[in-house]
């Protein structure tokens, strides 16, 4: 029921996973909502992040499959030399994406949702201001308002984007034209999916790395056996340590590589076409969170486990942050999670994240996961809460269907208590890793011990068996 001061009980600002789940749980538990979204229905995740690059890299796999000769010949099979077209490849992605983001639209419809099309801002306590696409302006108040703006690609000083030649995943996405060597700016997840997908289609792909070491993201002992497959079988070229510096966009595009730590220039690269996958920025600015004290980090809105936004260490009544603006494990699920957790709250529902049992996961051929802590995480928990931290390695060539499909390569790698045995982390590398992980997150989020995991019995043949092959060593190492 809406109280009669308010317009709405709830308004959301931002239509992405975490504006779309806060929305319609809110709806479908009786409240009267609004959602304020100034570009495309369903946000990063829809319309320019998982759903097209997942698409993408479904056609890419199937090319690179029927593509290695090798592999096939393993079977006995012998395939013709295989073709693609990329225009329809890139239909694929764009007609997924319009298909899931009317279907989004069409289910906060159905739940009562009124959806304005518009630009939101904060304009003081339970105020919000929209500009509509029409230009008018008004003033609507509610009970609660939940920011759920997203993010942006970031895109460091000296590189210039022009959307053709020099682009961020925003126009990746699109696939309009394949070009013959592409530099890959990040080997964070989006750099790598990236990579996947062009090398996959013929692409001749340079990475450039600041940090140290390629893949700086993922679990050391990952890297090494992923990057052998993923990158060093594969015609990239990576280069770790060293910073595109400055961006020109053209034709041919000038890319000036720099020494990341001096700063001082190596070379300059000519390339047909650079993708920058330097990690994303809030979209905050614009909010006028000035308006109500919120003081933001980096552009990262504060919020704590229940998704108030903090203000002087303090909530803040009937404000409300969820999804990559809050800059907690920005992926879609947690936004989606954080969104529903938002709503609980305002319900009077108590309701806490646990940040530990949400997984993450890299799209490749094979692909990478990963949840709980990493080794280093886990080390520094063991040493502050005086147990002793216990590591098994679990591997896919020792797995029947792995060795079926004659894609043996893979590892897991599991970190978990030996006094209790509990789950801390795990990261996976290899087919379908993406998939075996929830079963670990599922266990952390529990909280349960190797003992009890060990004891669960798994289809046969399956992948899945590595993870009960890791429980199982695991549980042999608990003092009893
Ligand atoms: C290439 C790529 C691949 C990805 N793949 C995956 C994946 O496989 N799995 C995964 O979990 N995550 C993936 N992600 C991350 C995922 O897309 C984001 O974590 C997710 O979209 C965040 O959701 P959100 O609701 O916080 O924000 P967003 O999806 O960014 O949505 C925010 C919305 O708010 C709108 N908005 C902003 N400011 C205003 C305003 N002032 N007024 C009104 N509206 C506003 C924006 O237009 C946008 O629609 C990927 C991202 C990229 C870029």
Same mark, same amino acid.
């Given at each position: ?47 320019? =992040? ?36 990329? @225009? ?7 007609? #997924? ?41 008004? #003033? ?30 925003? @126009? ?15 080997? =964070? ?80 690269? @000519? ?59 920005? #992926? ?5 999670? @954080? ?53 098994v390695r679990s591997y896919f060539k020792a797995n029947s269907k792995a060795l079926?499909?004659?894609?043996s390569?893979g590892l897991m790698k599991l ?11 795990a990261?996976i590398?290899g #087919?379908?890793?993406?998939?075996l992980?929830?079963e670990v ?9 190797v003992?009890?995991l060990a004891k669960e019995v798994h289809t046969h043949p399956t992948l899945s068996e590595v993870v009960e092959m890791a429980y199982k060593q695991a549980s042999i190492q608990?003092?009893?």
């Open positions: 029921m809406s109280e009669a001061t308010f317009d709405f009980d709830l308004i959301v600002i931002g239509a992405g996973y975490g504006g779309f789940d806060a929305a319609k749980h809110a709806a479908q538990s009786g409240l009267n909502v609004a959602i304020i979204e100034s570009r495309e229905m369903g946000g990063t995740c829809v319309n320019r =992040g998982c759903v097209p690059s997942k698409a993408l890299l479904a056609a890419s796999g199937k090319v690179r499959e029927l593509a290695d000769l090798n592999h096939l010949s393993g079977f006995g099979i012998h395939a013709a030399p295989v073709r693609f077209e990329r @225009q329809k490849i890139a239909d694929h992605a764009n007609k #997924l994406v319009q298909n899931i983001r009317s279907n989004l639209t069409k289910t906060l419809e159905r739940a009562g949702v009124t959806i304005i099309l518009g630009e939101g801002r904060i304009e003081g306590p339970q105020k919000v201001g929209v500009r509509e696409l029409n230009g008018v302006d008004r #003033l609507l108040s509610a009970k609660d308002v939940v920011i759920a703006t997203g993010s942006d690609p970031f895109v460091p000083p000296g590189i210039e984007i022009d959307g053709r030649t020099v682009f961020t995943s925003d @126009q990746a996405v699109s696939l309009e034209w394949l070009p013959r060597w592409i530099a890959i700016i990040g080997s =964070g997840y989006i750099g790598l999916e990236f990579a996947d997908v062009y090398t996959a289609l013929g692409c001749e792909v340079t990475v450039i790395e600041a940090l140290d070491k390629i893949m700086p993201t993922f679990d050391p002992d990952i890297t090494k056996i992923a990057s052998r497959k993923l990158i060093e079988s594969r015609d990239i070229e990576a280069r770790s340590a060293v910073l595109a510096s400055k961006i020109v966009p053209g034709s041919p595009v000038l890319i000036e590589i720099s020494d990341s730590k001096s700063r001082e220039f190596i070379e300059e690269l @000519q390339v047909d076409a650079v993708l920058v996958a330097t990690g994303r920025t809030p979209s905050s600015k614009g909010l006028n969170l000035e308006s109500v004290g919120v003081e933001t980090n980096r552009g990262f809105i504060p919020i704590d486990e229940t998704m108030r936004v903090i203000v002087n260490g303090k909530p803040l009544p009937h404000l409300w942050a969820v999804g990559d603006v809050t800059g907690k494990l920005m #992926l879609a699920h947690t936004a989606a999670a @954080q969104g529903t957790i938002a709503v609980e709250n305002i319900l009077g529902n108590f309701h806490q994240i646990d940040y530990r049992s949400i997984p993450a996961a890299t799209f490749t051929h094979p692909e990478i996961s990963s949840v709980g802590l990493s080794e280093e995480e886990a080390k520094g928990l063991a040493a502050s809460e005086k147990f002793e931290l216990g590591i079926a499909e004659l894609e390569d970190l978990f208590r030996k006094d209790t045995g509990e789950v801390l982390g990261h590398y #087919l379908h890793a993406a998939d992980i929830q997150a599922n266990a952390i989020a529990r909280r349960q011990n003992i009890d608990i003092k009893k």
